[in-house]
């Protein structure tokens, strides 16, 4: 049934650890930012929530085009091909970018028309614009960095992930205790202190990544004229594969952003009280995220050195056991951490309630995701199957989970437990989905050249 091969399982371990740490640091700045401005001003809290939304969708795009040269790349590390990896590194950094770009011209073209997405309160988009107006910078430098970081992924380097996260909270930390509050003789400058803070450290991010890869890196040894090279033949490899991961991260940001807009419209309070429930809950969900991305790598890397489908069998059935594991973590740590992480709030006791509630759905909801999520997009898009996942999500989000949800939120005017339980519903359902097709072995798909 499962493999008993302890180089999987070090491998695994030594994988999920490194990025389970890295995005506990990522998410911890995210918090860090919530707790201050938080502690600030709940309007301010709310704008900034309002605005990340919209660096949310870039995100997770980004993220997808990261983890399809992922996908790709660890095919050829498998068969220890260096230069397909550099040219594909330069096909994502080149799409990142421009996508990068693309938003950055939208938000700066159109910055109180987006912001009016997400919330109708003036005082809320106020603070919002002030926020985007500055922090639109880091969009470009995001999009290098996890492309460059993804590339050293794809071939098992993961420390310097960690590096640059530990780098990247303390940095942040200091520069909004400083600026947000105006502590040390410094101006007072509320979210414009806190968009400073994090425009300068993911500037430092890139600043110690791209130093890694010049000094440091001996596996990809990735030099500037790389990226000036264009591969077409491996272009439409990446088209092909990445194509649909692209368009599935994105109507998955939209989706999430859409949840903020029908929460946002329904009470004041909602708005903040999802972005405190959530900012939790992803923290937590990292353990899922590290598993996902380590399942990606190996199993991409095990087809790509024509391992057999014996070996796959037993990584895919080993790794199925270690997410509902995962799962369980999960949901009990959130269960417990839920209060003394709304105590660090300065909140209304509605909003605070209200928290209290979500959290209590994502417990259940939780562990439903642990299992699906990294089994779409660890083992089944790892393997070479992009286009299960957009279909899957096209249905069960867009089809059935947003339509439910604004009939909940705008139709029968539910309470907002109620729409959070509606709109987090897919993660439970998509489990069988999920299972269908992990066990199917039909997403095995060798795609090297």
Not at 349 to 365: D, I, K, M, P, Q
């Amino acid at each position: 049934m499962f493999t008993r091969d302890r180089s999987f399982y070090k491998t695994f371990f030594t994988l999920c650890g490194t990025l389970v740490l890295q995005n506990i640091i990522v998410l911890g700045v995210n918090l860090a930012d919530n707790v201050m401005i938080g502690g600030y001003s709940e309007i301010s809290l709310s704008g900034v929530a309002a605005v990340n939304q919209i660096q949310f969708i870039l995100q997770q795009i980004v993220n997808a085009v990261g983890d399809v040269v992922v996908v790709l790349a660890s095919q050829y590390w498998g068969q220890k091909r260096m230069d397909p990896i550099r040219r594909i590194s330069s096909i994502g950094v080149r799409i990142g970018l421009g996508i990068a770009l693309t938003l950055f011209v939208l938000v700066s073209v159109f910055p109180n028309g987006t912001l009016k997405l997400f919330t109708n309160d003036a005082a809320i988009a106020a603070e919002g614009v002030r926020y985007l107006k500055l922090i639109r910078f880091t969009y470009p430098v995001f999009a290098m960095t996890t492309v460059l970081l993804a590339t050293l992924r794809s071939v098992e380097t993961v420390k310097v992930a960690l590096l640059v996260s530990i780098s990247t909270l303390l940095l942040n930390c200091g520069i909004n205790y400083v600026l947000i509050y105006g502590h040390f003789g410094a101006p007072e400058l509320g979210v414009m202190g806190a968009a400073i803070g994090t425009l300068v450290a993911r500037c430092m991010e890139l600043v110690i990544v791209v130093s890694y890869i010049a000094f440091k890196d001996r596996k990809l040894q990735l030099k500037w004229k790389h990226y000036l090279v264009f591969d077409r033949s491996l272009a439409k490899d990446y088209v092909r594969v990445g194509t649909p991961a692209i368009i599935t991260a994105g109507l998955w940001g939209a989706s999430n952003a859409l949840q903020t807009v029908i929460l946002g419209h329904m009470t004041a309070n909602a708005i903040a009280a999802n972005s405190m429930a959530s900012t939790l809950y992803l923290t937590l969900k990292v353990g899922s995220v590290g598993a996902a991305s380590a399942a990606s790598i190996i199993i991409g890397k095990a087809i790509g050195a024509d391992s057999g489908m014996k070996t796959i069998k037993q990584y895919t059935r080993t790794l199925q056991a270690l997410f509902l594991s995962i799962g369980a973590c999960i949901s009990v740590g959130l269960f417990f951490l839920r209060g003394p992480v709304l105590d660090l709030y300065n909140l209304s006791e509605e909003t605070r309630a209200l928290a209290n509630s979500f959290l209590l759905v994502l417990c259940v909801t939780g562990f439903g995701m642990s299992y699906q999520m990294p089994c779409l997009t660890g083992i089944i898009r790892g393997g070479g199957d992009t286009r299960f996942v957009l279909i899957n999500d096209l249905i069960s989000i867009w089809g059935i989970v947003l339509p439910c949800s604004a009939i909940a939120a705008f139709v029968l005017h539910l309470p907002p437990v109620v729409v959070v339980a509606c709109l987090n519903a897919d993660q439970v359902f998509k489990c069988g989905a999920a299972a269908i097709r992990t066990n199917s072995y039909k997403w095995v798909k060798k795609l090297t050249q």
